[in-house]
């Protein structure tokens, strides 16, 4: 059996001080940490990144460290997989992901403990005509709102002690056991929210929470040519926090359909019926517009059902350019009669004689 040299892995000497190791081990698993490698040495980087950890699992422990200098067996085989760690399945590269995010390797604090509240997420309908030209909206938002007493730190009176969970540091050391050893990672202390401190007297209105549920008034700018589905962040329109920012209000867009106007992209499409006998002799008829103005249009003689007319810069604004815009487009169609008088009856007899 090859015993490995953890020594030679880490690239330090047995004589090196735990600091020392502590360093090289941090710069060789962020440099073989597979999230860097191209997919060519993803195998490759996983391999040595799996080496690197069970070589630091070991030194970094005096007692391992210890009986592995005095060369007793147990740490020479095997991958730390099979070694009772009590992890079981998984793939390996979700939990280096896992490890990397929870900011084992140097980042102070992991996604999650973020200062900001919770982002919101709400849908609002508006209709057709005022996705086209913009809308100015008033909304009311159930949300978490700083307590109005405290501002949202909790305190009654101003008065702080040091927290005595983290000694007023704001953040915590805490070590997890992981297949790749003992891995200690700082997180934000819970007790003070990061801050070191926590209230004497806590505020009576919140107890202590520094935010309450309420309700928010935002007043929304939605843009000119705004389309369905789409959508707008209100910065700070979400959640308050205790001693954070208060999250976003995600409004996600959608516009009621319209009677006559259809929409594709900036241009509006609109299906205009006229009569059989405005297609065979010509017409000018009045049609709406998206500005709610009736224009004039000419049907020329002959136009067969399924013509277009594009009326050029009819349609909707650009958004973020709302001196540009799209097209309206008119879809001839022309109605066959189906009901017809006497007199109606004789006269396509005549014409179908003239055919
Ligand atoms: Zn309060
Ligand atoms: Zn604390």
Same mark, same amino acid.
């Given at each position: 059996m090859v015993k490995k040299d953890y020594y030679e892995i880490l690239g330090v000497k047995k004589t090196d001080s735990s600091e020392t190791i502590k360093k090289s081990y941090k710069k060789l698993a962020l440099k073989y940490h597979p999230d860097k490698a191209g997919d060519d040495k993803k195998k490759k980087y996983e391999e040595s990144f799996k080496e690197i950890n069970e070589a630091y699992s070991t030194l970094s422990d005096p007692e391992k460290r210890k009986k592995y200098d005095s060369g007793e067996s147990g740490f020479s085989q095997g991958s730390p997989f @099979? =070694?009772?760690?009590?992890f079981e399945g998984g793939d390996l590269s979700d939990i280096l992901r896992d490890l990397f995010r929870n900011g084992s390797f140097g980042s102070q604090f992991s996604d999650d403990d973020s200062t900001s509240g919770q982002d919101l997420r709400y849908q609002l309908e508006i209709e057709f005509g005022e996705a086209v030209f913009g809308v100015e909206k008033e909304l009311s938002i159930n949300k978490d709102i700083f307590c109005e007493s405290c501002k949202g730190d909790g305190s009654e009176d101003k008065k702080f002690e040091k927290c005595d969970k983290c000694?007023?540091?704001g953040a915590v050391k805490m @070590? =997890?056991?992981?297949?790749f050893g003992l891995i200690s990672r700082t997180i934000r202390c819970d007790k003070c929210d990061g801050v070191g401190k926590t209230a004497e007297n806590k505020c009576k209105r919140c107890h202590g929470a520094g935010i309450l549920s309420g309700k928010d008034k935002v007043k929304v700018k939605i843009p000119a040519g705004i389309d369905d589905s789409q959508t707008l962040r209100v910065r700070h329109g979400?959640?308050?926090i205790k001693n954070g920012a208060e999250g976003d209000l995600f409004l996600v867009i959608r516009v009621r359909p319209h009677k006559i106007f259809k929409r594709e992209g900036f241009d509006v499409y609109m299906d205009l019926p006229i009569s059989f006998a405005q297609a065979a002799l010509g017409a000018?008829?009045?049609?709406?517009?998206?500005s709610s103005e009736e224009i004039?249009?000419?049907?020329?003689?002959?136009t067969e059902s399924g013509s277009i007319l594009r009326l050029k810069g009819r349609g909707i604004p650009y958004l973020n350019h709302p001196n540009r815009r799209g097209d309206q487009f008119v879809n001839i169609v022309v109605k066959t009669p189906k009901k017809l008088s006497k007199s109606q009856v004789k006269l396509f007899e005549e014409l179908a004689k003239l055919d």
């Open positions: @099979s =070694q009772g760690s009590g000694g007023g540091h @070590s =997890q056991r992981t297949p979400g959640n308050a000018d008829i009045s049609i709406l517009t998206l004039k249009i000419k049907i020329d003689k002959g």
